[in-house]
């Protein structure tokens, strides 16, 4: 069912005819060509390569963000310590939080969304896989920017210390003046231009590109919980665009959005950004929803209890996320009428996610549970996120909230949906999904302890936070004095988060012994199916060839693959109708066109930061990245879509050297990726 | 209406200020380029290459004249003493036309990539596509022109 | 080309895109409304009349740029759920932001504002939406 009506040879968009173009069109500089070298994974257009990208990127700044975390532990974990100064101190927590946040939690987010969604749906890519790859490069160009404040300048002279919601006039030229909110606000600007652009792509390919028969309400839930997700971040990311915009102006040019002297409200920052940032962590929890809504039912052997259900409190949760931003606000003086009213607001908000709970429990209740790896991380998700949505309903009684806020309970909080709903979820989304996107199974053994390594430490970590917080532990403070009753559970919290650190490189070492394993021979190869599973993704050979799906697939139900595998008898009893082998694509059918890689979403990527750097310290460095940028996209626009001197038939093959001129005319569109 | 109570009283506020008279000239002009653009696209949708390369020229020529407006307003209000950093009603009304200005100016420079396309003989209605895309864009800052000069300009204060 | 072609291709292209000619001059129209009030707002016509003419003229000319010129109204009604989506979700948002900014100090200003700019608001949608200007160059 596709929105954009399709013409008789859908593979031939009217704009690819006209003059054939040249086969060096820009001179020197030929089009990349398909394989599997370094050169393939830098100009690659291929969602897949580009989602793998995102996961390792995603992981890596995960980590980064937790040696962060764990300095500030450290810190923390005696009264009166001296490792971080204050100055340090708070750039150390302020970076924490955008990175893990903005860096890590987003982008790992994007990885599951762009390998997975054109395989559930049955897609051979994303609508427009150019702007895939260039969302991706404008992301690592932001984050490293961002990270490199870490040291221009100076070791921790520079960075951003206003916290990770960066509260202006706070964060005005006057009040802090390194150049460290500059690096925060342009940073924040460039990878929010790669979630707006990948959320526009993402959007178009939902409604665009389903197999045939697929219809909204058949479609996997982790698809519809990602789309939910690409909606919000469309409307939110431009509100923060703004309010970054106005800091940065203030800060660079002079002007007086938040100058209070002049006029301007002291609150103007806080509404704007809570607006975005509301709706931002529904961002961020959506996918992780909706990972552990495909790992349940596959390790219960049940189909997900109530699926409209499922879809429609994920609106829900994505509509009513508007409407409850200043419960952010609810000690900023916003007055008594809009406390009460955003107090109730967010009472609301927490019922679809309380159905979504109920929902998963009614799954698992009478199933055949198997408690593999993904499955515990996902049980454990459901056990976690109760928890931290418990906290976060006392949280909307704004009488109680006056009390919590700006206490390390409310941080305990947001780690445990963060880290109990978000983190926990992509990872047993890892290891879900490991053996499809690799082709070989990551250890049990290893994954099972690791599991416990992490639950345990992290509920070390965070749960007595709670009580800190209610016994006055306030946050963001670099140290305490003793005798208040902090010390011990600041010493538990920092034995806590050293076991998460640990359980983090234990998963790094299931990667490496797990690949050598396998190249060794010792453990088997997962097949296209080695869980038993439901959705389209596992109908295709491990790991998923570049083309994804060997010929059409025409949907009928939902969970259409799990239904050729087994069928009712006529006593109503499953019975099996064929084997994963069977039905799945074997990867065989290579004679199919690609889009073709392209180097200038990596040029016209590259131009951001270095416009960023020119902001901070040098107008003529915005004019040089102004180049690149401009540059960049004339390219690609006047690229053709598709390398004419590719051989068609041999697009997914790993030799790189096609040097046949195409015959004119033969340009067939892949921006528009119809199967046929 | 915008700005009550938030600047004083100030010879240097939005009725002082505004030339009504002049933008409104200026917002016709930018309505009428709307018109053209359209009709550049019929044009080349019936492979009319010469009438879409006229209408074409009148859009970025229209949108000139929009921009032209704009930046002699910018400059008297500076002659007269309202700078950006001046107070809050500067801040707010140069951001705010002069990103719109940046748009419409990023605006003529696809329409005249698309008329130096059609010089060169590449714009036929094969193409049209592009054009349609590009007229969505133009239409898109005349339509937000369209909310400016209501509210920052016509609104009573 | 003969100078008859030449006058058969000069009408069939103002007959064709008429629906955006006349378009542009009901803008236009709707344009010299608006500057008139600017006139009458120094000549002291009541306040509430202004902004809530202001305020219709502005939502019928943006649907009607975004209906015909955009084509909306002739593409798939997604996207217009979408936009519908996006208004829906805008402003409340903004005018709750302007309520806790304290641009709304009380009911009065409440009741004021909702009533100059929602029944406009809505007429102006459904007006500039539901213009029938003809068949918009449907492809």
């Not at chain 1, 210390?161 to 909110?181: E, H, M, R």
Request: aromatic fraction near 16%; charged fraction near 15%; charge should be negative.
């Amino acid at each position: 069912m596709t929105i954009v009506e399709s013409e008789e040879t859908p593979l031939e968009l009217e704009s690819a005819e006209g003059e054939p173009p040249a086969d060096k069109p820009l001179g020197a500089f030929t089009r990349p060509q398909g394989g599997n070298g370094w050169k393939d994974w830098l100009f690659t257009v291929d969602h897949k390569k580009i989602g793998i990208m995102y996961g390792a990127a995603g992981l890596l700044f995960f980590i980064i963000g937790g040696i962060y975390a764990l300095f500030m532990r450290l810190q923390l974990s005696r009264p009166g310590n001296s490792i971080l100064s204050a100055e340090t101190y708070n750039q150390v927590f302020t970076m924490h939080g955008v990175i893990m946040i903005f860096l890590a939690a987003i982008p790992l987010g994007a990885a599951f969304a762009n390998y997975l969604i054109p395989l559930q749906i049955g897609a051979r890519d994303v609508a427009f896989p150019r702007l895939n790859a260039f969302s991706f490069w404008v992301f690592l160009g932001g984050g490293l920017f961002l990270l490199s404040s870490m040291f221009i300048g100076g070791w921790w002279e520079n960075s951003p210390d206003g916290g990770w919601f960066a509260y202006s006039p706070n964060t005005g030229v006057l009040f802090s003046p390194s150049k460290g909110i500059d690096f925060f606000a342009i940073g924040l600007q460039i990878t929010g231009i790669a979630s707006l652009v990948g959320a526009i792509n993402l959007i178009v390919t939902v409604l665009n590109m389903r197999a045939p028969g697929m219809t909204l309400m058949k479609m996997p839930i982790l698809t519809w919980m990602l789309f939910i997700v690409q909606l919000l971040l469309l409307f939110a990311m431009p509100v923060i665009s703004i309010a970054l915009f106005l800091l940065t102006f203030d800060r660079l040019f002079g002007a007086n959005f938040f100058n209070v002297a002049e006029g301007a409200d002291p609150l103007l920052w806080q509404h704007l950004f809570w607006i975005f940032g509301h709706p931002e962590v529904y961002v961020l929890i959506l996918p992780s929803f909706g990972v552990i809504s495909e790992i349940i039912p596959t390790f219960s052997r049940k189909p997900i209890f109530g699926y409209p259900f499922m879809v429609f409190s994920g609106i829900a949760i994505g509509f009513m996320g508007w409407g409850v931003w200043a419960h952010h606000m609810f000690a900023s003086g916003v007055g008594p009428v809009a406390v009460a009213a955003f107090s109730v607001s967010t009472m609301f908000i927490a019922v679809p996610t309380g159905v979504k709970i109920l929902n998963w429990l009614a799954t698992m209740w009478g199933g055949r549970i198997r408690f593999t790896t993904p499955m515990l991380y996902a049980t454990a998700v459901v056990a976690m996120f109760t928890i931290g949505g418990l906290s976060g309903v006392t949280h909307s009684l704004a009488a109680a909230d006056s009390q919590q806020t700006d206490t390390y309970y409310i941080v305990a909080h947001f780690h445990y949906v963060i880290f109990g709903g978000i983190i926990l979820g992509f990872f047993g989304g890892f290891y879900f999904w490991w053996p499809k996107i690799f082709g070989y199974f990551l250890s049990e053994k290893i994954g099972k302890s690791s599991f416990w390594v992490m639950v345990i430490g992290f509920n070390l970590t965070f749960g007595p936070m709670h009580i800190l917080g209610l016994q006055g532990m306030s946050r963001r403070i670099q140290t305490y004095s003793s005798g208040q009753g902090f010390d011990l559970w600041n010493l538990v919290a920092t034995i806590g988060a050293f076991m998460i650190a640990i359980a983090t490189a234990m998963f790094i070492w299931n990667v490496i012994s797990s690949r050598k394993a396998f190249k060794a021979g010792e453990t088997q190869a997962p097949g296209p199916d080695p869980w038993d599973a439901r959705s389209l993704e596992w109908m295709t050979a491990s790991p998923v060839p570049e083309h994804n799906f060997d010929e059409t697939i025409h949907v009928e139900k939902q969970d259409e693959f799990w239904h050729r595998k087994w069928g009712k008898n006529e006593e109503g009893q499953v019975v099996r109708r064929a084997t994963a082998e069977e039905v799945a694509h074997d990867g065989s059918n290579t004679n199919v066109h690609l889009p073709s890689p392209s180097y200038w979403p990596l040029v016209a990527a590259a131009g951001l930061p270095i416009i960023g750097y020119g902001l901070i310290y040098s107008l003529w460095l915005c004019v040089l990245g102004g180049l690149f940028v401009l540059g960049g996209l004339y390219g690609w626009v006047f690229e053709p879509v598709d390398d004419p001197n590719a051989d068609d038939h041999h697009d997914d093959h790993e030799d790189g050297s096609h040097a046949e001129l195409e015959s004119a005319g033969v340009t067939s569109s892949g921006e528009e990726t119809t199967i046929e | 209406m915008l700005y009550k109570d938030r600047i004083g009283p100030t010879d240097l506020g939005p009725e002082e200020m505004f030339d009504i008279p002049f933008t409104s000239v200026s917002s016709f002009v930018l309505l009428m380029s709307s018109l053209t653009v359209v009709l550049a696209i019929t044009a080349l949708r019936r492979n009319d290459i010469r009438r879409s390369r006229i209408w074409l020229l009148s859009t970025a020529l229209l949108g000139a004249i929009f921009v032209g407006g704009q930046v002699y307003e910018f400059t008297a209000f500076y002659r007269e003493g309202l700078g950006y950093t001046t107070n809050l009603f500067g801040t707010a009304f140069f951001t705010l036309t002069g990103f719109h200005g940046v748009h419409v100016t990023v605006g003529i420079i696809f329409l005249m990539s698309m008329y130096i396309q059609s010089m060169r003989g590449r714009l036929t209605s094969a193409q049209e596509e592009r054009l349609e895309i590009i007229g969505l864009y133009w239409h898109f800052v005349d339509v937000v022109w369209i909310v400016i000069f209501t509210i920052v300009y016509l609104f009573p204060q | 080309m003969t100078t008859i072609e030449n006058k058969e291709l000069e009408e069939s292209w103002v007959k064709q895109d008429w629906v955006y000619i006349k378009t542009a001059l009901i803008l236009a129209f709707f344009t010299a409304i608006e500057v008139f009030t600017y006139f009458e707002s120094v000549h002291k016509a009541p306040e509430w009349l202004l902004v809530t003419t202001l305020s219709f003229l502005m939502v019928v000319k943006f649907f009607l740029v975004a209906g015909v010129f955009m084509h909306l109204k002739d593409d798939n009604s997604v996207f217009t759920k979408m936009i519908t989506m996006g208004m829906c979700i805008a402003w409340p948002v903004y005018f709750i932001m302007a309520f806790a900014l304290g641009f709304l100090p009380d009911w009065n200003v409440i009741i004021k504002v909702l009533f100059l700019f929602l029944p406009p608001g809505v007429a102006g949608f459904w007006l500039g939406f539901s213009f029938k200007g003809g068949d918009g160059g449907h492809h």
